[in-house]
Protein backbone atom coordinates (compact mmCIF):
# COMPACT_ATOMS: atom_id res chain seq x y z
CA UNK A 1 0.00 0.00 0.00
CA UNK A 2 1.44 3.29 -0.72
CA UNK A 3 1.28 6.35 1.23
CA UNK A 4 1.89 10.41 0.64
CA UNK A 5 2.70 12.06 3.53
CA UNK A 6 3.10 16.14 3.02
CA UNK A 7 4.53 18.07 6.05
CA UNK A 8 6.55 21.42 6.08
CA UNK A 9 3.61 23.78 5.62
CA UNK A 10 2.84 27.01 8.13
CA UNK A 11 2.48 30.49 8.36
CA UNK A 12 5.33 32.96 7.25
CA UNK A 13 5.66 36.62 6.47
CA UNK A 14 5.72 38.02 3.26
CA UNK A 15 8.78 37.72 1.15
CA UNK A 16 9.78 34.40 3.48
CA UNK A 17 10.56 31.02 2.63
CA UNK A 18 9.45 27.10 3.66
CA UNK A 19 10.12 23.99 2.47
CA UNK A 20 7.69 21.27 1.74
CA UNK A 21 8.81 17.52 2.10
CA UNK A 22 6.56 14.48 0.96
CA UNK A 23 7.27 11.42 1.80
CA UNK A 24 6.22 7.97 0.12
CA UNK A 25 6.07 4.66 1.82
CA UNK A 26 6.37 1.44 -0.69
CA UNK A 27 9.45 0.84 -3.58
CA UNK A 28 7.40 2.91 -6.33
CA UNK A 29 8.72 6.36 -5.48
CA UNK A 30 12.08 5.77 -8.15
CA UNK A 31 9.69 4.87 -11.05
CA UNK A 32 7.08 7.97 -10.66
CA UNK A 33 6.98 11.55 -11.43
CA UNK A 34 6.47 13.89 -8.61
CA UNK A 35 4.18 17.13 -8.90
CA UNK A 36 2.99 19.76 -6.39
CA UNK A 37 -0.66 21.02 -6.65
CA UNK A 38 -2.23 23.75 -4.32
CA UNK A 39 -5.71 24.85 -3.83
CA UNK A 40 -6.74 28.24 -2.68
CA UNK A 41 -10.29 28.58 -0.81
CA UNK A 42 -12.95 28.40 -3.54
CA UNK A 43 -10.73 27.86 -6.73
CA UNK A 44 -9.61 24.97 -8.37
CA UNK A 45 -6.38 22.77 -7.63
CA UNK A 46 -3.53 24.22 -9.80
CA UNK A 47 -0.72 22.72 -10.54
CA UNK A 48 2.87 24.04 -9.24
CA UNK A 49 6.00 21.90 -10.79
CA UNK A 50 6.59 18.79 -11.48
CA UNK A 51 9.99 16.87 -11.83
CA UNK A 52 10.21 13.82 -13.46
CA UNK A 53 12.20 10.20 -12.58
CA UNK A 54 15.34 11.75 -13.82
CA UNK A 55 14.81 14.69 -12.32
CA UNK A 56 14.01 17.46 -15.06
CA UNK A 57 11.40 20.09 -13.50
CA UNK A 58 9.06 22.11 -14.50
CA UNK A 59 7.11 25.36 -12.98
CA UNK A 60 3.94 27.29 -13.51
CA UNK A 61 4.53 30.69 -14.36
CA UNK A 62 3.55 32.07 -11.23
CA UNK A 63 6.12 30.41 -9.41
CA UNK A 64 8.77 30.05 -11.47
CA UNK A 65 12.15 31.79 -10.28
CA UNK A 66 10.68 31.42 -6.55
CA UNK A 67 9.67 27.79 -5.94
CA UNK A 68 12.18 24.69 -6.53
CA UNK A 69 11.33 20.91 -6.68
CA UNK A 70 13.73 18.54 -6.42
CA UNK A 71 13.53 15.16 -5.31
CA UNK A 72 15.59 12.26 -3.26
CA UNK A 73 14.97 8.75 -4.26
CA UNK A 74 17.16 7.03 -1.46
CA UNK A 75 14.67 8.93 0.75
CA UNK A 76 11.59 8.16 -1.34
CA UNK A 77 10.71 12.17 -0.92
CA UNK A 78 9.82 14.72 -2.39
CA UNK A 79 10.42 18.63 -1.87
CA UNK A 80 9.61 22.21 -2.81
CA UNK A 81 11.53 24.81 -2.02
CA UNK A 82 9.65 27.89 -1.74
CA UNK A 83 11.36 31.83 -1.22
CA UNK A 84 10.17 35.07 -1.67
CA UNK A 85 6.51 33.96 -0.87
CA UNK A 86 3.76 35.95 -1.76
CA UNK A 87 -0.05 36.26 0.05
CA UNK A 88 -1.17 34.91 -3.38
CA UNK A 89 0.58 31.66 -2.86
CA UNK A 90 -1.59 30.43 0.22
CA UNK A 91 -3.36 27.47 -0.16
CA UNK A 92 -3.24 24.37 0.38
CA UNK A 93 -0.04 22.28 -1.20
CA UNK A 94 -0.63 18.60 -2.40
CA UNK A 95 2.18 15.97 -3.41
CA UNK A 96 1.05 14.06 -6.50
CA UNK A 97 2.95 10.66 -7.13
CA UNK A 98 2.61 9.87 -10.82
CA UNK A 99 3.13 6.25 -11.36
CA UNK A 100 0.60 3.70 -12.81
CA UNK A 101 -2.01 5.45 -11.06
CA UNK A 102 -1.94 8.71 -9.24
CA UNK A 103 -1.31 9.09 -5.31
CA UNK A 104 -1.89 12.25 -3.13
CA UNK A 105 -1.26 13.40 -0.05
CA UNK A 106 -3.42 15.02 2.41
CA UNK A 107 -1.83 18.25 1.85
CA UNK A 108 -0.51 21.01 3.99
CA UNK A 109 -1.38 24.36 4.51
CA UNK A 110 0.32 27.24 3.80
CA UNK A 111 -0.08 30.79 4.69
CA UNK A 112 1.15 33.65 3.54
CA UNK A 113 0.64 37.19 6.00
CA UNK A 114 1.05 40.68 4.17
Known amino acids: QVEVVESGGGLVQTGGSLRLSCTVS????????VAWYRQAPGKQRDLVAT???????NYAAAVRGRFTISRNNALSAGYLQMNNLKPEDTAVYYC????????WGQGTQVTVSS
Open 96 to 103: NIRYTRNY
Open 26 to 33: GSIFSNSA
Open 51 to 57: ITTSGTP
